[in-house]
């Protein structure tokens, strides 16, 4: 409808609107709002009120996407607040398409207080919003767009952090192995619990320079803060060597440089050798590739290379831990000024402890649950094993025996004298309101112990302890664990795991033991031994009023819970296979043990462990078992955060060289301390790798190092010394990959075999392997080994072992455990010079003197002395067996006739 206004009413109408607008204005002015600018240019922020930036991401990228979010929230939260004002982020979706890009940018703008925006991500949706964005003068900067052309769209307010195709695979490739960058993504995965995509490192720049710039141009007013968006879009543009006010940025992602156009500038276009030095200078976008200017860190000298090229490294010591992804040569021992290469003379030493192991709670594992219900609470005791492996005794509390709550005094029972290492399988009885007995094992002692408490909480542990030690028998002689008692009849009745030995090796028994009172104990008799099963340990027992029933461990190829039944305390009959298993692709696949078995009103309940946490299932006859719950009902406490290995030689690492380094202070978990190898065949030469420690969970982990992962490396001319493992092995952990092993020394390591392969192949050649502690040399665990002009010299532990198809072939080599089959082979005192001090070189008349083979010998030693070497002058040369060739001293006197 159309119709025409009087004057009269056309001068009501707009003084209505003019109080109305009046109004408005007088609310919107109102203290802790934000202020609208007066100028379109000029954003106002009130006292109590953020500064909002922007993102555009693409909601449907997944986890790059939430990276992404991330990464912007990390860098505003490591960037602090503005001159006393926080920053706010507000996410939009500009997906990866122009449509999608217009509308997020439209709804930026539409909240006048976005100041600024981070993204797009896809090409497409940047330059459709910078378009939009260009109209109002909002600065963006992409931490992801690529495409060379989208700066069109924006002329003066698009900028990014990323380079243009079609150099960007490559040039993402060496920022990605810069030591700042892999320091953030490991800080990144703290806090976030998972791997950064590969564009979050962008975002987190992109972030902290528009942030930088934002700092710069804001001024406060009154109390307000104001911000020019034309001012900001200039500071943020303005990042170039070519204007001095703002110049570059250092960024996480090295120097940060934009052309007029706001594009990236690649300034890592530059090829050559590499030169590193401690009193180098990594700033500035230095790239290393002058004598006269190195760089300060050797990861910037691997990430800034070539394939193929050279990284030369200064003496001195770096702390530092190296991930290697290319072809390249790394070489340790040269003067810093002459840059001539002496190892006599150069240490270079990559130290990793700058990211070691940082310990979590007592009980990270929880393990061997004991339940009672007393008075409609359930009370769970349990095995609480920390990141050393040691165990002491934890307590928890139940209304159902599904949700737990930990006690704040835990752990209830610690670690003693006698029961040093870890206790292990508590039993714990109620007798009265006020009185707890339990008893327990320690694995080392091998041995019971018992204590009393009030409440179950506060323990004292009997004076007399260990109450029960291993006996005379062949059942019982080796070791005693997991004690299991009832009292009935006014008779405490035991029953557990014992090792003997009967002359061929520790075999597994069950046990029972009778005391009148819960301290002096008699063995009574050994029940069962393994049939069908390889191993088996912890029972669990229950009086049926008839009979009794057991639930144990045991291992057939997997760790499960069987199954057996009594008509008295002693006459037991085997159910004959396992009756709970874990399940495929569970929480507890392939390890479902260390049972505990309560009967209430009709049905079972049992608790069980998969060496980290304990689950629950349930049955009504005992044998047939439901797992009601998806999840482990009782989890350990915080876990451990483990550290790096010093070394890290990635899959396309193939044909990289590793040459004249120390290699110090690993801390790792299942990989290698001082190296790990992953699916790659590198060469590492002169190297000594020492002072590193893997923890080794179930049973991997080296602490010298790891091979994994169809990895083919071969090692020479190097010694592998003092490094630790509690799990896996202490030099060399080999797991289905092949390895070579030349001229090279693996003495003094300790914690577990020295070097262990598994569904591997091991080729030593003039190797010493000796001193290694008492859990021995090479062991050989389905693992083919071949041993050539090598001594195997064990002084505690054994020399070379195998298990399951393990096996091996030696030639012309020395073995203290017994003269072994094999052309050559010997089984005399090598005659080490002092091995007690570490020097395994050969004594004038060593019986491994000129005794290996020169068709499989290298032409020089360890010590680099040319090999062979006719070291007992009868006038051939034959090379010797170790890592050394015996250089001996003839004193020729003179004859003196009368």
């Known amino acids: 409808m159309f119709f025409k206004v009087t004057t009269l009413r056309k001068q009501i109408f707009i003084l209505a609107n003019l109080f109305l607008l009046g109004l408005i204005l007088l609310l919107f002015n109102l203290p802790g709002r934000a202020i609208a600018a007066p100028q379109a240019d000029l954003v106002t922020v009130a006292p109590g009120n953020p500064i909002e930036i922007a993102t555009i991401t693409w909601w449907d990228w997944g986890q790059e996407n939430q990276t ?11 960037f602090g607040s503005i001159k006393g004002f926080n920053v706010q982020q507000n996410d939009y979706d500009g997906a990866c398409d122009g449509g999608s890009g217009t509308t997020a940018a439209n709804d930026v703008i539409a909240n006048a207080q976005n100041i600024g925006v981070i993204g797009s991500l896809c090409s497409s949706s940047s330059g459709a919003a910078a378009a939009v964005l260009e109209t109002v003068g909002v600065v963006m900067i992409s931490p992801a767009s690529t495409a060379s052309d989208v700066y069109l769209n924006g002329p003066t307010v698009f900028n990014r952090v990323v380079i243009t195709d079609p150099d960007f695979e490559g040039w993402n490739a060496k920022i990605s192995y810069l030591p700042a960058v892999l320091a953030w993504q490991r800080n990144f995965e703290q806090i976030y619990g998972y791997q950064p995509g ?61 052309d007029v156009h706001g594009d990236r500038v690649n300034q890592l276009a530059v090829s050559g050798d590499r030169y590193i030095s401690e009193t180098g200078d990594d700033s500035g976008g230095n790239a290393c590739t002058e004598m006269s200017t190195p ?175 291993t006996g005379p028998d062949d059942w019982n002689n080796e070791c005693i664990l997991h004690p299991f008692v009832l009292s009935e009849g006014g008779i405490y009745k035991m029953w557990f795991y014992a090792a003997g030995d009967a002359g061929s090796g520790p075999v597994p028994h069950m046990a029972y033991a009778t005391s009148p009172d819960g301290i002096n104990w008699t063995f009574v008799k050994d029940l069962f031994g393994r049939t069908w099963e390889a ?36 006459n037991w009959s085997k159910h004959g296979s396992p009756v709970l298993s874990g399940n495929g692709g569970a929480w507890d696949e392939g390890n479902a043990a260390n049972p505990f078995v309560l009967y209430e009103a009709g049905n079972y309940t049992l608790w069980y462990d998969n060496n980290f946490a304990i689950g629950l299932a349930t049955s009504a006859n005992g044998i047939d078992w439901t797992k009601p719950y998806t999840q482990p009902v009782f989890t350990g406490g915080d876990a451990s955060q483990y550290g790096l290995p010093v070394v890290y030689f990635q899959p396309d690492s193939a044909g990289a060289v590793l040459d004249g380094f120390t290699i110090t202070g690993g801390d790792v978990g299942e990989q290698g301390g001082g190296i790990t190898i992953e699916g790659a065949a590198p060469s590492i030469r002169s190297c000594r790798i020492t002072g590193n420690h893997a923890y ?32 896996g092995a202490s030099a060399i952990r080999v797991g289905e990959a092949n390895f070579t092993l030349v001229n090279s020394l693996v003495a003094g390591n300790s914690g577990r075999p020295a070097i262990h392969g598994n569904d591997a192949s091991l080729t030593l050649i003039n190797v010493t392997v000796a001193d290694n502690g008492l859990d021995g040399g090479l062991w050989l665990n389905n693992t083919a ?70 068709s499989s010998a290298p032409d020089h030693d360890l010590a680099g002395n040319a090999r062979p070497f006719d070291g007992d002058r009868n ?13 001996l001293k003839w004193v020729f006197l003179p004859l003196i006739l009368r």
């Open 295 to 469: 760089c300060a860190s050797v990861q910037r000298g691997i990430a800034l290379a070539d394939e193929n090229a050279h990284v030369f490294v200064a003496d001195g010591t770096y702390v530092e831990n190296l991930t290697i992804a290319i072809s390249l040569t790394l070489q340790g021992g040269y003067d810093p000024t002459t840059w001539a290469r002496d190892l006599s003379l150069h240490e270079s030493v990559i130290d990793g402890s700058g990211a070691a192991t940082t310990p979590g709670d007592f009980d990270e594992r929880v393990r061997y649950p004991w339940v009672i219900n007393d008075g409609g609470t359930y009370k769970m005791w349990y095995t609480a094993l920390d990141l050393y492996g040691k165990g002491r005794v934890g307590y928890a509390t139940s209304p159902d025996g599904v949700n737990w709550t930990r006690s704040g005094d835990n752990p209830v029972l610690d670690l003693g004298d006698w029961d040093a290492a870890v206790i292990e399988g508590v039993s714990v009885i109620k007798e009265g309101p006020n009185t707890y007995k339990m008893w327990y094992s320690d694995t080392a002692a091998c041995a019971f112990g018992y204590a009393t408490s009030p409440d179950g909480l506060n323990w004292t542990k009997y004076a007399g302890n260990p109450v029960l030690t």
């Open 696 to 727: 080794g969970n179930n049973e991997w982990g080296g602490g010298g190092m790891l091979i994994a992962g169809d990895a083919d490396p071969e090692i020479w001319d190097s010694v592998i010394t003092g490094n630790t493992a509690a799990g």
């Open 785 to 854: 080994g071949t041993v050539v002009n090598s001594i195997l010299w064990e002084a505690q532990g054994q020399d070379i072992g195998v298990d399951g198809s393990g096996s091996y072939t030696i030639t012309y080599s020395n073995v203290e455990d017994a003269l072994l089959p094999g052309i050559g082979n010997l089984n005399a005192d090598p005659l080490f010079v002092d091995a007690a001090n570490g020097d395994f070189r050969l004594k004038p008349g060593s019986p491994s003197i000129d005794a290996g083979t020169n």
């Open 68 to 78: 992404i979010l991330d990464a912007v929230a990390l860098a505003i939260d490591d």
């Open 198 to 258: 590969g564009f979050g490192k962008y975002a987190y720049d992109a972030t902290w320079l528009l942030l930088t710039r934002l700092d710069e141009v804001s001024s406060l007013n009154g109390g307000n803060l104001e911000i020019s968006r034309a001012a900001l879009a200039a500071a943020v543009r303005g990042t170039s060597q070519t204007q001095a006010a703002n110049a570059t940025f250092a960024g996480l992602t090295d120097l940060i440089t934009l």
């Open 875 to 887: 006038g051939i040369a034959v090379s010797d067996m170790g890592a050394y060739e015996a250089y």
């Open 535 to 570: 191993w088996f340990w912890r029972p669990a027992i229950r009086n049926t009023g008839s009979g009794y029933q057991m639930w144990h461990s045991l291992f057939d190829g997997e760790v499960r819970t069987s199954y057996a039944t009594a008509t008295t305390e002693t």
